[in-house]
């Protein structure tokens, strides 16, 4: 208490001085329209700063359940386009709740491990079989095809991505719908080989490369990359065709799971065919 007082003492010209300021400014804005108007707005503007600031940081604090929101209504959008559905009657698409039937559903899933850097690739995702997930499922993001699960745990699966030497893909030119399979020859992570494509089809550089819908991993249509580059090998019924990939699989964060309804039955109908005649 003794050192308090000698502070104030020691200092009490100058806690008179600043008293003094306080009550000639108190005076001088509130009795002269000038000044109290340039004050108010000086005042506004520094609290209009602070208060966006503020909202920034909030806003950035909020990315992650922003994120959440997005990734879930582009889940529940892509269940909804034509290509998730399966046509059950014929050609008549007027009564679509009972000529459709949900063939794909889409689960959302993060990638905590990914790698880009070796021979075979793989990527770690956060959920498993207590979601649903299965092996065999493909996996895409907004930009398109990912890989296709390899294996499963309870809380977790592995990913063969399009990084991976034994990852194929059913795709098509979406210019002509001439098909062939899509594979990596492990050296430029952004680039893959487009096979069996006859050389007596037009193709130019920056067509569109999709999915063929011809296998049960992946629905119809989902964008896969754009031819980079070919040439006609002499000899080859067949281009050599370089896809430049859609995805950048050195900047994946959020994928979905698809899931075909009748990916089991496709399958093993196909299976009991090929052993019945083969």
Not at 77 to 99: A, C, K, P, V, W
Not at 147 to 173: E, F, M, P, Q, W
Request: glycine content about 6%; proline content about 1%; aromatic content about 14%.
């Amino acid at each position: 208490m003794r050192n308090l007082i000698r502070f104030i003492d020691r200092y009490s010209f100058f806690f008179l001085f600043l008293f003094f300021e306080v009550i000639a400014f108190y005076l001088l804005f509130r009795n002269n329209h000038f000044q109290q108007a340039a004050f108010l707005n000086s005042t506004n503007a520094v609290s209009g700063g602070l208060y966006k600031k503020y909202a920034n940081f909030s806003e950035y604090l909020n990315l992650k359940e922003i994120n959440e929101s997005l990734s879930e209504e582009n889940r529940r959008l892509r269940e909804m386009q034509i290509e998730s559905f399966h046509q059950i009657f014929g050609e008549n698409i007027y009564i679509q709740d009972t000529l459709y039937q949900l063939q794909y559903h889409f689960a959302k899933a993060k990638v905590i491990n990914n790698s880009t850097n070796k021979q075979n690739n793989y990527i770690t995702l956060d959920k498993g079989s207590h979601n649903g997930l299965e092996v065999g499922m493909g996996v895409i993001s907004p930009n398109g095809v990912v890989g296709i699960i390899k294996n499963v745990s309870d809380h977790y699966a592995s990913v063969l991505s399009l990084l991976h030497s034994r990852t194929k893909v059913s795709c098509k030119l979406q210019n002509t719908n001439y098909f062939g399979s899509l594979q990596w020859d492990g050296k430029d992570y952004q680039t893959g080989n487009l096979l069996d494509i006859p050389n007596h089809v037009k193709i130019e550089i920056g067509d569109t490369v999709i999915t063929s819908g011809y296998s049960s991993t992946f629905p119809e249509n989902l964008i896969v990359g754009i031819i980079k580059d070919f040439n006609k090998p002499e000899g080859e019924n067949f281009y050599q065709i370089q896809v430049s990939y859609s995805n950048d699989f050195k900047n994946i964060n959020q994928v979905y799971v698809v899931k075909n309804k009748y990916k089991n039955e496709q399958d093993s109908l196909e299976l009991k065919t090929i052993q019945e005649y083969d």
